[in-house]
């Protein structure tokens, strides 16, 4: 309802980036970095790595501006840990695991899976002691934080106020002032490119990248080399029927329904009528289906003939389950009672779990079995091959029948996506000593329980700075767009000044009229609803500009304001809400700034765009 506030308050979630306090993200350093890796940020003595940005990030591609949002929200969340440490709140190793055990992601039937736990670990991290520091890091940022949350009083003045604020309407056009019109008298001199080259050369270099190759080894392709006879795939599956299904069963019924709480008489009146019904089913067996569409009192199936379709164990309430599954097909049973009233079964159709239908299933259940003992000992061996010959994969593929396959450049923060070139471990490798300053292959990395591989780096490019001759242009393309926007936004200005003047209205092309509202903002980005509702309606029309982002610049004339509507007790509930967490917002944050001038913060870099 007040979106306006929600989409524009600085929550406390957004302070602390992607804490989120669910325990399965990353954290700062959840990896060494290689030491002669250029950090992005220092908090005191704690480096923030562009590895730690890509974390945050989980893969996601991102602009320049998202990046340097997360590296603000890391440095905070270093802040706020080393203030943790100071006052020596460190959880307890009861206190780590019960947050361990907690996380749904490690659940199984309500309970904790170490197995699902191990996967994880194994997936995603070095090791236990890697994710548990990340989580006891999310427990200390808990306690820091907790203190801002829901403990803001707002008083009812306040509350009536923003009230009729954010439920205030104006009606507005605009006009366009683009730099286009601006560009061709813009002129930008040799010297100029020169100089702005100069003084921000961090933004012309082509970033560091490696271009790696690699064998992967998986469970799967192992598996498919396995050879299983039918005679093997039948003798398990007699043996194992229960893992490959259940049997079901087909039955038609006809039921007489009566009230579970229903007087005995009642009750043994409804079941009288079923006997006399089961008798004339009796009778004639190959009218249960015509005598089921005019009797039987259930909804779902009485126009099907009484049919229920194919149902296994545990589908039906018992007394039902129970006569279903004791009869032959074509058998039809005695009345029976349940909580629904009285039912008279047919079976119509038995399907069992034969090896036929499961062959396929049991064949591969199979070659998986066999292929875990055959998977240990390949990628025992692939890793012995990778250290005999440590400055080539050619030897180690032919060996295994593996292929070597070749990965794009790319920088330190890897593919997004990519199963391989984005994980986090193969990153590390890849960019450790061994691998990318020896050129050797690395050990066997595991992506998964079943899945590793080994790498090389196979061509390196160091950072590189582009001379100015290389990005002359496009150093005048953008110095020319900024003088453009700026001469844009300086026409723009007057224009504003002469329209509240009363000069030149007329010679204007307005666009359509639209209603907006800091509730309702109707496509208007922020910045201009704030000029629009900064602005002086005390004589309409009013007029309020705002340059954009792109370097436009947009005029608004406002020719109506209507107060707001009185705002109903859930609304005003939700903007307590809202207003009492934009005032915890606000002192955490003076708390975050005395932090940052206890706690000496270095900006190094700032994180490349992708």
């Not at 002469?498 to 209205?505: C, P, R, T, V």
Request: proline share 4%; charged share 25%; no cysteine.
């Amino acid at each position: 309802m007040f979106n306006f506030v929600q989409n524009n308050q600085t929550a406390i979630k957004v302070i602390l980036g992607a804490v989120a306090l669910t325990f399965v993200g990353f954290g700062v350093g959840s990896y060494t970095a290689a030491v002669d890796e250029p950090f992005l940020a220092k908090v005191g003595d704690n480096k923030i790595f562009a590895r730690d940005v890509e974390r945050q990030l989980e893969g996601q591609p991102a602009n320049a501006a998202t990046r340097q949002a997360v590296l603000e929200n890391l440095i905070r969340q270093q802040l706020l840990i080393a203030a943790a440490e100071r006052n020596g709140i460190t959880p307890s190793v009861g206190q780590l695991r019960q947050a361990i055990a907690t996380i749904p992601t490690f659940q199984e039937n309500g309970k904790f899976s170490p197995a699902r736990y191990a996967e994880f670990i194994k997936s995603r991290y070095r090791s236990a002691e890697d994710f548990e520091a990340d989580v006891r890091r999310d427990l200390m940022l808990q306690t820091q934080i907790t203190p801002y949350l829901n403990t803001h009083f707002v008083s009812s003045s306040v509350l009536a106020r923003m009230g009729a604020l954010f439920g205030e309407s104006r009606e507005v056009r605009e006009v366009l002032i683009t730099p286009a019109g601006f560009a061709a008298d813009v002129k930008i001199d040799d010297a100029a490119i020169k100089a702005y080259y100069d003084s921000n050369k961090t933004r012309y270099q082509e970033p560091e990248s490696a271009v790696i190759e690699y064998v992967s080894l998986s469970l799967d392709e192992v598996a498919a080399t396995q050879v299983v006879s039918d005679a093997e795939a039948q003798a398990y599956f007699d043996k194992h029927k229960a893992e490959f299904g259940s049997e079901e069963r087909r039955v038609s019924h006809i039921l007489l329904t009566v009230d579970a709480a229903a007087k005995p008489e009642a009750k043994a009146a409804v079941k009288a009528q079923a006997e006399a019904l089961l008798q004339q089913v009796k009778a004639n067996p190959a009218g249960f289906a015509a005598l089921a569409k005019t009797r039987s009192q259930d909804p779902g199936s009485a126009e099907l003939g009484g049919d229920l379709g194919f149902f296994g164990r545990g589908a039906m309430v018992k007394p039902f389950e129970e006569a279903a599954f004791a009869l032959q097909p074509g058998q039809i049973s005695g009345v029976v009672e349940t909580e629904f009233g009285f039912h008279i079964l047919k079976l119509d159709e038995v399907k069992a779990v034969d090896f036929a239908g499961q062959k396929a299933a049991v064949i591969e259940k199979l070659k998986r079995d066999k292929a875990g003992a055959s998977y240990r000992a390949q990628l025992e061996k692939m890793g012995d091959l990778a250290y005999q010959q440590p400055d080539s994969l050619q030897a180690l593929a032919e060996q295994l029948k593996l292929t070597v396959k070749t990965g794009p450049a790319m920088s330190r923060s890897g593919i997004a996506g990519d199963a391989v070139l984005g994980n986090a471990k193969v990153l590390e490798a890849a960019y450790g000593d061994d691998v990318l300053k020896k050129k050797h292959n690395s050990e066997p990395v595991e992506l998964s329980a079943s899945n590793a591989v080994v790498l090389r780096v196979k061509q390196y490019q160091p950072q590189r700075q582009k001379p100015l001759a290389e990005v002359q242009a496009q150093v005048r393309a953008e110095l020319t767009a900024r003088e453009a926007a700026n001469r844009a936004e300086k026409r723009g200005l007057q224009l504003v000044a002469d329209f509240k003047a009363g000069k030149g209205l007329d010679g204007q092309s307005w666009g359509a009229l639209r209603k907006v509202s800091r509730r309702a903002a109707n496509g208007m980005a922020v910045p201009e609803l704030r000029a629009v509702f900064a602005a002086n309606v005390g004589k309409l029309p009013a007029f309020a500009g705002a340059r954009r982002d792109n370097g436009d610049y947009v005029i608004y004339r406002i020719d109506s304001v209507d107060k707001a509507p009185t705002a109903s007790a859930p609304e005003l509930a939700q903007l307590k809400g809202v207003l009492g967490e934009m005032s915890a917002n606000t002192v955490l944050i003076s708390y975050l700034d005395e932090l940052r001038n206890r706690d000496k913060v270095m900006i190094s870099q700032q994180p490349a765009d992708q």
